[in-house]
C-alpha cells in the first residue's frame, strides 16, 4: 500500500481520527491517571506527601521550580563540581534541610574525610612522635614505596631519638622521632609537603583495621593497608586527638543539619590514653571519653539554642551512639573474642552502645552463613547477660553471590536495618519480607551521582516499591580522599538533582524515615516495631522527636517560602510546570 494521498489524510483527520476531547481518549487518561495514582500510593513516601501542610506544598514547588531552572542552566555550566554546587540556590536550600539521625557512617571514614583537621591536631599534640619500619628514606623513591610502614605514637622524650632525622640515610628503622621534628625536615617542601605526603599515606585501602596484635598473629593481606591504618588510627585514637576530634566532628554534624547519629566504630582497635605508650586492653576507657565528650557537647549545644531556633537553622542536638563494628574478614576465634567484648562495654555503657555490625567489603571477608555459629553464640550470649544488642547489618552491597546471599541472611537473623542492600530490588519475594518487617534500607549515593549514570542505582526503584529508606554516608571507599566531600547535604543535594522522582517532599520523608528508625535507646523486637508503627502518635522518645523533627520540617518550609516565594513562588516558574510534587507523584 503506497503512502496516503492529501484527500485520504484530510479525509482521516477529519472523519475518523477520534480527538483528544472524544470519550475514549477521555475515558483512557482517566484509566491512566487512576494506574499513576494506584502506583503512587505504593511509593514508601506516600503518606509523608499526603500529610504536606499547605506551606509544606508550596515550599516544595518552590524548590522544584528552583531545581527545573538550575538544570537548564547546567546545559551550559557544570553545576555538579564542588566549587559550583555550594554556589546554587538548591545547595542553601539543602544545607539547612533538618536532616533527622545519620544512621551509617564509620568513624575511620569521617576521619579521612577531616584528614586536614586530624593532621593538624596531630602537630599541635604534644609528644607525638613517628617511626617507619625501614631505614634510609633520604630518597623520593623510598619515601614512596608502599611497602614500608609507618607509624605515629604518642612517645617520651628520648633525646638521642630527637636528634636523628627519620628522613636521613643513617636513620634506624623502628626509632620513633618527634612528629614536628619529621614534619619540618621533610625533604620536599618541609611541613606543607610532609602534610601532602602524609595525606596520601592515610588515603583508605582494603582491610585497614588490624590492632597491631593481629598483625603479631598474621600478615595482612596488603601491606600498604597496614601502614595506612597505623597512620591514620594512630592519630585518632590517642586519646588528646580523639576527645578533640570527636568535638569537631559533633559540630560539623550539627552544622549539617543532623540531630542524632549513629557512629560506626570498627574494633579491634589500638586506644592509647594520654602519655601512655601501651594501648588501653579493653574499651571501657574509650567509652568513658565517648560519653563525656557527647554530655559536654549536648550541654553546649542546649545552651546555644536556648534563645529558639530560627526559621531553617540548626536543628537541636539530640545526641550520639555506637554500633559496635567487626571486621568480618578475622578468623572465627577474633569474632568471638570481639563479640564477647562488645556484650562486656554493653553492660557497662548500655546506653551508648546501639546495636552490631560487620565491617568490611562483603566479598572479601566472611559471608553471614559462614558465621552462623558465631552470630548465633553472640546472640545466646546476649540472652545470658541480659543485654539487647541488635544486628544493623550491611547487606547486599553487591551484585556477587556473597553480597546477594547476606541479605537473606540478615534478613532472617532479624536485623533491623539493611545497609548498602543495593541489591535488594532485584529480589521480589525478598522486597515484600523486608516491608512486612519494618526494615529500613540504608542508601549512599558515590560522589559524582549526579554528572554520572544513576540508572543502576536502587533508590528510585526501593521507594517506588515501598520499602522505608533512609540517606547515609556508608562505609564506602570512595567517599574520602582530598576535595571528597563526607556530609549528609552532599547526599540530600545529589539526590535531588539525580532523579526527577525524588524532589522535595521525597528528601523530607528520607529525613523523618532516619528518625523513625534511629535507636534513641535499648528497645526489645516488640516494642522497636511497635513503635516504629505508632510513629508521632506513640508515647516513648521515638515519638517525641518525630515532633520535635516535623517541628523543625515546618520552620524549614517557612523559610523556603519566605527567601524564595518571591522569585519562584506561582507564576515564576519559568519554561517549566515548576510541580515538583505532583512530578515525583506521577514517576
Known amino acids: 500500500m503506497g503512502p496516503l494521498t492529501d484527500e485520504e489524510y484530510t479525509s482521516i483527520l477529519t472523519t475518523e481520527l477520534p480527538s483528544p476531547s472524544d470519550p475514549v481518549i477521555q475515558k483512557y487518561l482517566s484509566s491512566r491517571a487512576a494506574l499513576i495514582n494506584e502506583e503512587s500510593k505504593q511509593r514508601s513516601d506516600s503518606s509523608f506527601r499526603q500529610a504536606l501542610s499547605p506551606i509544606g506544598k508550596r515550599a516544595c514547588d518552590i524548590v522544584g521550580r528552583i531545581r527545573d531552572e538550575e538544570q537548564r542552566q547546567h546545559v551550559d555550566v557544570d553545576i555538579t563540581t564542588p566549587d559550583a554546587m555550594v554556589k546554587t540556590k538548591s545547595w542553601a536550600v539543602i544545607k539547612r534541610l533538618p536532616k533527622g539521625a545519620l544512621l551509617r557512617a564509620q568513624y575511620d571514614a569521617l576521619a579521612l574525610a577531616n584528614i586536614d ?45 630527637e636528634q636523628q632525622s627519620i628522613w636521613g640515610a643513617d636513620y634506624k628503622g623502628g626509632t620513633f622521632v618527634p612528629l614536628t621534628k619529621a614534619a619540618d625536615e621533610y625533604p620536599e617542601g618541609g611541613r606543607p609537603g610532609f602534610i601532602k605526603w602524609l595525606k596520601v599515606r592515610c588515603s583508605w585501602s582494603g582491610d585497614a583495621t588490624k590492632s597491631s596484635q593481629d598483625e603479631k598473629a598474621e600478615k595482612p593481606p596488603s601491606a600498604k593497608g597496614r601502614a595506612d591504618s597505623h597512620l591514620l588510627r594512630g592519630m585518632l585514637y590517642y586519646e588528646p586527638i580523639f576527645r578533640k576530634f570527636l568535638r569537631h566532628l559533633l559540630r560539623q554534624l550539627t552544622e549539617d543539619g543532623i540531630s ?29 571519653a565517648i560519653g563525656q565528650e557527647v554530655a559536654s557537647y549536648h550541654r553546649q549545644a542546649t545552651t546555644a539554642s536556648s534563645t529558639g531556633p530560627g526559621p531553617g537553622q540548626r536543628p537541636p542536638f539530640w545526641g550520639l551512639r555506637i554500633i559496635w563494628s567487626t571486621i568480618r574478614s578475622q578468623d572465627q576465634r577474633s569474632i568471638i573474642e570481639d563479640a564477647d567484648s562488645c556484650i562486656a562495654a554493653k553492660l557497662l555503657w548500655p546506653d551508648l552502645v546501639a546495636g552490631y555490625d560487620l565491617a568490611g567489603a562483603e566479598n572479601l571477608g566472611r559471608s553471614l552463613t559462614d558465621m552462623l555459629p558465631e552470630l548465633f553464640w553472640f546472640r545466646k550470649q546476649c540472652s545470658l547477660e541480659e543485654v539487647d544488642i541488635p544486628f544493623f547489618l550491611g547487606a547486599g552491597g553487591g551484585s556477587d553471590a556473597v553480597s546477594e546471599g547476606n541479605l537473606f541472611d540478615a534478613l532472617l537473623l532479624g536485623t533491623r536495618r539493611l545497609g548498602a542492600a543495593r541489591s535488594l530490588y532485584r529480589h521480589p519475594r525478598m522486597v515484600e519480607a523486608v516491608k512486612d518487617k519494618r526494615i529500613l534500607a540504608e542508601n549512599y549515593l558515590a560522589p559524582g551521582t549526579v554528572g554520572g549514570d544513576t540508572s543502576d542505582h536502587p533508590l528510585p526503584a526501593l521507594i517506588a516499591q515501598g520499602v522505608p529508606c533512609a540517606l547515609s554516608l556508608g562505609d564506602a571507599e570512595e567517599y574520602v580522599g582530598e576535595g571528597g566531600p563526607l556530609e549528609l547535604t552532599h547526599q540530600f543535594w545529589q539526590a535531588l538533582h539525580a532523579w ?14 532516619s528518625v523513625r528508625w534511629a535507636a534513641f535507646g535499648e528497645q526489645s523486637a516488640d516494642s522497636w516495631i511497635r513503635d516504629i508503627r505508632a510513629a508521632s502518635v506513640g508515647s516513648g522518645v521515638k515519638a517525641k522527636r518525630l515532633k520535635d523533627w516535623a517541628v523543625e ?27 515538583g510534587g505532583a512530578t515525583a507523584s506521577a514517576e
Request: glycine content about 10%; some cysteine.
Open 500 to 513: 526527577e522522582s525524588l524532589d522535595l517532599a521525597g528528601l523530607g520523608s528520607l529525613a523523618e524515615n
Open 553 to 579: 520540617w515546618e520552620r524549614f518550609c517557612l523559610w523556603i517560602v519566605t527567601e524564595y516565594g518571591e522569585t519562584h513562588g506561582d507564576g515564576h516558574d519559568g519554561d517549566g510546570d515548576g510541580d
Open 260 to 288: 542524632w547519629t549513629e557512629l560506626r566504630l570498627t574494633f579491634p582497635l589500638d586506644y592509647y590514653r594520654t602519655g601512655s605508650e601501651l594501648p588501653d586492653p579493653d574499651s571501657d576507657h574509650l567509652f568513658a
Open 117 to 161: 583537621h586530624l593532621i593538624t591536631l596531630a602537630l599541635e599534640t604534644p609528644g607525638m612522635c613517628m617511626s617507619a619500619s625501614d631505614g634510609n628514606l633520604a630518597t623520593a623513591e623510598a619515601r614512596e614505596d608502599i611497602t614500608r610502614s609507618f607509624q605515629i605514637r604518642s612517645r617520651k622524650n628520648n633525646p638521642k631519638s
